[in-house]
Every structure is written in C-alpha cells, then in structure tokens.
C-alpha cells in the first residue's frame, strides 16, 4: 500500500519535474527507488547478491540484508554466502516469481512498522554444480523485502514457515562445505565429517556398480551425496514434517512445471545416525535403492505414486528376489502417505507391500517389468486424468489389466 502512494508522487513529479527539485534528499531517494517498478528494485537486489557472489565480494551481499533483520539472519546469511563460495558453481540465478504469486506480504506490514513498504515475492534460485549437474537444480526462497528510505532490502526468509512455506536449506546454509569426490559421486559435507565422507564415497562406487546391473535404463554418470552434520540439518534441508528417525537416506529433486513437467537436479541425503550404525551391506543395499530413485527421477511424471517408486527401488536393490507374503499386510498397495507417517511397522510394511507387488509383476512379466511400469506411468505429464486413472492405464499396457485386478492378483498370488 505504501508502495503504491510512492507511486503515485512518481507520476506527479513526472508532469511537475520542478517541484522534485525542490524536495528534500531523502524524498528524491524515494523517487529514484520509485522510477523503477518494485519488482525491477527487487530484481536488481536478486542481481547485487549474485554479482557480489561472482566476484567474492561479502559486504555487497550483506548489503543487500535489511538493518533492521535479526542478528540470527546476518549470521545466517553470511554463513550461506561463506558456503555457496565453498561451493564449485558452474551457473547460479536468483529470479523473481511473481508469475506464479505476485505478493505473499499480506499482514506483515504490522511485522516491521518502520519501513515504507514491504513485498514478499517467491524466489527462485537456479544453479549447477561443475562437471556434476546436467540440469539445474532449483531451491525455493520467500523473502522480505523491505522499502526503507528508497532502497529495498532482504530482512527475513522466514516470515511464511508458520503457514508451512519454508525457504530452501542446504548445506552451504551452515558454511563452507568440503567435497569427495570419487569417479561418480560427489560427496558433499561438512569440513568435519572428512573421514566418513571418504568411506561413503567408497561405499557409493560399489552401490553404483549394483546399479548399472539392475537398472536396464540410462543412468546418471555424476550423483551428489550430501552428509548432514546433524540431525537437525537433514530436517531443516528436507523441510520434513515427518519423523527422521525411521529412515536411512533419501534421493529428492524439486519439480520444474515451466515447461510441462521435468525434475530437477536430484540430490542423496544421508540420515547418518541410522546409516553409520547399520551394517556394510545395507548401507550398499541403501545407496542402491536410492541411485534407482536418482536414476528413475527422469522417467518420472506427476502420476508416479509411492508405492511404484518405492517397489521398483527396493526390489532392485533388495537382489530382485521373488515375491514373498507380506506379515500383516490388508492385500491393498499403499497410499503415498503411508511411507512416512504411521509408526516404523507400518512403514516398512507400507515399502515391503512396494516391494512384494512389484517382485509380483516381475514374476509375471520379466524382470524389466517393473522399471517399465514406471516408465509408463512417467511418460504421461499433463495428460488429463486422475492419478488412479493414469497407473490402471499403464499397468493395462504393461501387466494386461487394470489396477484392480492387479491387487487382487498381487495380494492371492503373493
Ligand atoms: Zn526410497
């Protein structure tokens, strides 16, 4: 709103040039940050970040931080400048999103009542790691931007968590970040965790070697492995709602819907309280199942439900074993919610079902029925259809019936 009544002394000096002249510094400060739209200002601070990122420059970035921000976001945000440096960047963007939502600021005007305007447009970054990223990998942020005497400024990214929009962590978020780097991964970590980061690179080599003889479609020849130095960072880097401690690992990309629907550079986080503890072959056994999901993420679409990301990753890296009863499974393939929330049993009973139904389909139809299920499935972007619609079709051309029957095979047949 205040925004606007800048504007609007803009338009007035433009038909009355003189009157400007005549007022004060400051005011005529308001009228230059006025001459450009607040989107363009914003663009141009989103630029200074970038450039004072290019050039190693540490004060322009921090410039571009509010006055008035917590002593917590400077730190924060000269940590974040401090590991992106770290970091071998081939590329790296900051763009404006308000072509998707033009302003989230509503009601934190009362938030921050010395400043003369505020904006809180999605921002997105873009970038790729040398020799790594094929694709970019893409973060989201929500910053405050904040008018204070004609400059706009960054004050907070955390103004929309409580609503559930949490601005993108990553590991440089903490500090600088060491890698490892072995033929095909890319260990990133925290300078001290060298020591684990290096058995990890050797442990990844020998899963990405099951890989090529399990999965019969491309693979990628470069994978990004991020160790966590702690708990409380993996939460902060997957925004999880969900309890961490029942898993081992994950693969994640973000989705790019610009132009249809492609994933995003994908990344493996280690959850190395469990890994570390569990015994050399499933830690070989976890890192295959999740080099299938990086390796998957490409041919996946939109209507790739759990239970077929899940199944076609545990099965393969499980040995591809036959399908086996499942203790205590209701015969009905799991939601997708059911892989992280409802206690460790019915998790794992949630992946076993995954796995048993797609041990199922192998059985009946060879062993690259799986993988092409997938595929199939993947293949459908922004065709019109439910999800449920979409996998009864593919399971029809690859399995010879729909969804339905195909549980109903599954669940007698197992
Ligand atoms: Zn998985």
């Known amino acids: 709103m205040s925004a606007l009544a800048v504007m609007a002394v803009l338009a007035a000096g433009a038909v009355a040039p003189s009157a400007v002249a005549q007022t004060a510094v400051a005011q005529t400060a308001v009228a230059q940050a006025a001459g450009v739209t607040r989107e363009e200002a914003v663009r141009q601070v989103l630029a200074q970040r970038v450039d004072a990122l290019e ?48 302003d989230l600021a509503a009601g934190l005007a009362a938030r921050y009542p010395g400043a003369e305007a505020v904006f809180l447009p999605p921002v997105e970054a873009g970038y790729r790691l040398t020799g790594i990223d094929t694709i970019d990998a893409v973060d989201g942020y929500y910053y405050t931007f904040l008018l204070r005497d004609g400059r706009w400024r960054i004050v907070s990214d955390r103004d929309l968590e409580d609503v559930g929009l949490p601005s993108a962590r990553n590991l440089w978020d903490y500090g600088p970040v060491h890698q490892q780097r072995t033929d095909h991964f890319t260990i990133l970590h925290d300078p001290a965790d060298r020591k684990r980061a290096e058995a990890l690179g050797t442990l990844c080599e020998q899963g990405y070697v099951r890989l090529k003889s399990a999965f019969d479609k491309a693979i990628p020849t470069q994978i990004v492995v991020v160790l966590p130095h702690t708990l409380d960072q993996l939460r902060e880097i997957l925004q999880a709602t969900f309890d961490l401690s029942n898993f081992v690992a994950f693969a994640s990309a973000a989705v790019d819907r610009d132009d249809d629907w492609k994933a995003t550079a994908p990344r493996v986080y280690v959850q190395d309280m469990n890994l570390a503890r569990s015994r050399r072959d499933f830690q070989l056994q976890t890192f295959h199942h999740e080099f299938t999901h990086v390796s998957a993420f490409a041919l996946a679409g939109p209507f790739v439900p759990s239970w077929v990301h899940e199944g076609v990753a545990d099965w393969m890296a499980g040995g591809e074993k036959s399908p086996s009863k499942v203790d205590g499974s209701d015969g009905v393939l799991p939601e997708d919610w059911e892989f992280t929330t409802g206690g460790a049993e019915s998790i794992i009973r949630a992946y076993d079902e995954s796995t048993s139904a797609m041990a199922f389909l192998a059985a009946r139809k060879g062993k690259t029925a799986p993988l092409d299920l997938l595929a199939e499935i993947g293949e459908l972007r922004v065709a019109p259809g439910t999800a449920e619609y979409r996998v009864d079709q593919s399971l029809q051309a690859v399995y010879g019936a729909g969804l339905a029957q195909f549980q109903k095979d599954w669940s007698g047949g197992r």
């Open 55 to 102: 050039r190693g420059d540490r004060a322009a970035f921090l410039d571009t931080v509010d006055i008035a921000a917590t002593d917590d976001f400077k730190i924060r945000q000269g940590r974040l400048f401090d590991g992106l440096r770290s970091l071998p960047l081939e590329s790296y963007e900051l763009e404006l999103r308000t072509d998707e939502v033009p």
